[in-house]
């Protein structure tokens, strides 16, 4: 039985030669973990962070790890792929989904909730460095924790004044937000100390450091 679907790629796993292991977020499935087949020709650009794509699902009796077949861009993402800055943001950002959303996770929403970001994220053409905050933010909103000034005061230190400026403003306005390197990466940190909080798991984003990086 083969269903067709559409999929945000979070990471991919390499399984010997000709297999990955894509962990993907879907509508139907919500977070979900499928293995596909690639060769040296497959165009390995379809698997990068936060890619749109969509394939067939073949569905197996005898084991959780469905096959994705006939896989395919759903939605070109130029405007990703040619930013470093960007690209960068979608390396930590598919981490983070992938590391709150357990498999088998299904949260009402949220694949259309996370493409309209990603989507929003390409055609962005300047002041998006505080893009990735504001997708913290309303991520959290998104499972549930509908954060307040109130709720976000213990994890916010020094930084209280911008955090509420940033609950305070539309999205758009929050992009505008002056902010030093310093200071985007402590409110990105503690936005993760307050999710973690929530879900009651520390939440390990490696690809912060690279972030971090970034905005010196």
Same mark, same amino acid.
């Given at each position: 039985?083969? @269903? *067709?679907?559409?999929?945000?790629?979070?990471?991919?796993?390499?399984?010997?030669? $000709?297999?990955?292991? &894509?962990?993907?977020?879907?509508?139907?499935?919500?977070?979900?973990?499928? !293995?596909?087949?690639?060769? @040296? $020709? #497959?165009?390995?650009?379809?698997?990068?962070?936060?890619? /749109?794509?969509?394939?067939?699902?073949?569905?197996?009796?005898?084991?959780?790890?469905?096959?994705?077949?006939?896989?395919?861009? #759903?939605?070109?993402?130029? %405007?990703?792929?040619?930013?470093?800055? $960007?690209?960068?943001?979608?390396?930590?950002?598919?981490?983070?989904?992938?590391?709150? &959303? $357990?498999?088998?996770?299904?949260?009402?929403? /949220?694949?259309?909730?996370?493409?309209?970001? !990603?989507?929003?994220?390409? *055609?962005? =053409?300047?002041?998006?460095?505080?893009?990735?905050?504001?997708?913290?933010?309303?991520?959290? %909103?998104?499972?549930?924790?509908?954060?307040?000034?109130?709720?976000?005061?213990?994890?916010?230190?020094?930084?209280?004044?911008?955090?509420?400026?940033? /609950?305070?403003?539309?999205?758009? =306005?929050?992009?505008?937000?002056?902010?030093?390197? *310093?200071?985007?990466? *402590?409110?990105?940190? &503690?936005?993760?100390?307050?999710?973690?909080? @929530?879900?009651?798991?520390?939440?390990?984003?490696?690809?912060?450091?690279?972030?971090?990086?970034?905005?010196?």
């Amino acid at each position: 039985m083969t @269903h *067709a679907s559409r999929f945000i790629v979070l990471s991919t796993t390499k399984v010997g030669d $000709k297999s990955l292991v &894509l962990h993907t977020l879907s509508p139907d499935w919500g977070r979900r973990s499928f !293995i596909t087949s690639v060769s @040296h $020709k #497959s165009p390995m650009a379809l698997f990068l962070p936060l890619s /749109l794509i969509e394939g067939e699902v073949v569905e197996n009796t005898k084991s959780d790890l469905w096959r994705l077949k006939e896989i395919s861009s #759903s939605t070109p993402l130029n %405007g990703i792929r040619s930013n470093v800055h $960007k690209n960068t943001m979608t390396l930590f950002l598919s981490e983070v989904l992938l590391r709150t &959303l $357990k498999d088998g996770a299904f949260e009402e929403g /949220l694949f259309e909730w996370c493409r309209g970001n !990603i989507l929003t994220l390409d *055609a962005m =053409e300047s002041d998006f460095s505080n893009f990735h905050l504001r997708f913290l933010l309303e991520f959290a %909103g998104a499972l549930g924790f509908s954060p307040s000034i109130e709720d976000l005061m213990p994890f916010c230190g020094e930084h209280l004044d911008i955090v509420r400026h940033f /609950l305070s403003c539309s999205a758009a =306005e929050s992009m505008l937000i002056p902010m030093s390197g *310093a200071q985007r990466n *402590a409110v990105a940190s &503690l936005f993760l100390d307050y999710i973690s909080y @929530h879900i009651d798991s520390p939440l390990q984003i490696r690809s912060l450091s690279v972030l971090r990086e970034l905005y010196k």
